[in-house]
């Protein structure tokens, strides 16, 4: 594909720009003795390229396993359930809207077990061979394996333990969270499925995987009769398109004193799913770094979900556009969780029943105990339960980087883990045959997920 190739091409021009740098300043003597601490910041960071210190050989490798690996998780299709002849069902909106709707017991295992053997065991060989690469780039980088070389932007000594302790004190809330859940599910699926003890299986939590438990809230909401808190009905009503939902995102920054979006922004985005081709419709904000193009790429829906994703995606451009005068190698998040946090505190600020009354998408009242209790449930279900599958992640994959575990233990170690900290297991027995981790967006990616 013409694509393709633009992109590999892109890839390594920017690659051999990097390497140039990296080599430049490998050859400075006694870097730490530069007297200004922001111009040896710069070059510190500047001498740490990633892949980039790969021969270009390598480096083509490296790229090439990784698009092959994106190419087939993008590409996936899998047929419904009971219908062998309705296929090309995609994550994106399919299967992703039977995850979350459907209460069929064996639909809900079908897709979860089929969207797997279609994507993640088919890019175990792929990743294996991509950990090799990875950890080389690393050393020669000057770190001993990518687990270092991804901790590096934190800038922190004790990251890991950090991680460790804040789980712990997030863990006893977890727990009431998991116990209620369960006592909810079990009612209604029965004992026979949900046993009193044991792990929750993972494909009956509203979620591909089990990431978010938020569209399982109707099943098992505290307060029954009393849910508000999906405005999307009212945005429906309201006639609400992709571009009103950005105007309106547009006008909270404002109205925090923040400065209207460029002109280029909203020529240059694609706020809807293009009806022509196929695009991978994951939500993403975009620095041309030229300081003046900014981009949004979302299929955005008439929904409270894609509502608030829209003001994250733009609390990205507003950071974008806040640091646009630093030096090029500061113009990032202060730290590679930064990001992610400001757009989230923006997230929870937008959706507070009392926001959402004042955008007229809430019509009545909301002082009442039993809706508050509703509200912080569902909110606890999306964040809360977020928390352990999001250190997960990365604790499973600087686990391989690490010790480069042999890959007869990628599936059993993922289900360890997703056990151990998330108290859920596979619906159906699972072997190293499978890669499940590979079923999700970031594992073919390489993207750290810690941020
Ligand atoms: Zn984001």
């Not at 399982?216 to 307060?223: G, K, L, R, S």
């Not at 293009?274 to 030229?290: E, G, K, T, Y």
């Not at 009392?354 to 998408?361: A, K, N, T």
Request: net charge negative; with cysteine.
């Amino acid at each position: 594909m013409i694509s393709t190739r633009k992109k590999l091409n892109a890839q390594q021009y920017y690659s051999e720009f990097q390497r140039g740098l990296w080599d430049l300043i490998n050859h400075l003597d006694n870097l730490e003795t530069v007297p200004d601490p922001s111009i040896y910041r710069q070059l510190r960071y500047y001498s740490i390229v990633g892949p980039a210190a790969l021969p270009p050989d390598q480096l083509d490798r490296y790229n090439r396993l990784i698009n092959d690996m994106l190419s087939v998780y993008n590409s996936a299709t899998i047929c419904a359930y009971n219908e062998p002849f309705r296929c090309g069902l995609r994550l994106q909106p399919d299967l992703v809207t039977t995850m979350a709707r459907s209460r069929n017991w064996d639909e809900l295992q079908f897709v979860w077990t089929e969207w797997r053997r279609n994507t993640g065991q088919q890019i175990k060989d792929s990743f294996e061979q991509m950990v090799q690469i990875s950890n080389e780039a690393a050393k020669l980088n000057n770190f001993s394996n990518t687990a270092e070389y991804w901790n590096f932007p934190f800038e922190s000594s004790t990251l890991n333990e950090d991680l460790e302790d804040a789980w712990e004190e997030i863990k006893p809330l977890y727990e009431l969270l998991h116990a209620y859940v369960r006592r909810r599910l079990r009612d209604y699926y029965g004992p026979d499925k949900i046993s009193r003890q044991a792990p929750l299986p993972a494909h009956i939590l509203g979620n591909m995987w089990a990431q978010s438990w938020v569209n399982i809230f109707d099943i098992t909401q505290p307060y029954p009769g009393q849910n508000f808190l999906d405005v999307t009905p009212e945005m429906k009503k309201q006639g609400y398109t992709p571009l009103d939902i950005f105007r309106l995102a547009e006008d909270f920054f404002v109205s925090l004193n923040m400065t209207a979006l460029p002109l280029d922004f909203w020529s240059g985005s694609v706020l809807q799913e293009p009806i022509d081709r196929v695009v991978l419709c994951q939500p993403s904000a975009w620095d041309f770094c030229n300081r003046r193009d900014y981009r949004i790429k979302m299929c955005t829906q008439t929904n409270m979900k894609d509502l608030i994703t829209a003001h994250h995606e733009l609390a990205h451009i507003h950071y974008f556009l806040h640091y646009k005068n630093l030096p090029k190698v500061f113009r990032d998040g202060a730290n590679p969780a930064f990001h992610e946090a400001i757009g989230e505190a923006i997230g929870l600020s937008v959706g507070t029943p009392r926001h959402l009354q004042q955008l007229g998408l809430v019509q009545n009242s909301v002082e009442d105990t039993a809706v508050d209790i509703n509200y912080l449930y569902a909110m606890a279900l999306d964040k809360v339960v977020f928390l352990p599958f999001a250190y997960i992640m990365d604790k499973w994959r600087y686990d391989i980087f690490k010790r480069e575990r042999l890959k007869d233990q990628y599936n059993c170690n993922w289900w360890r883990l997703s056990e151990e900290y998330m108290g859920i297991k596979p619906p159906v027995l699972r072997s190293e045959m499978d890669f499940d981790p590979g079923s999700k967006y970031h594992i073919p990616a390489n993207i750290p997920y810690l941020r």
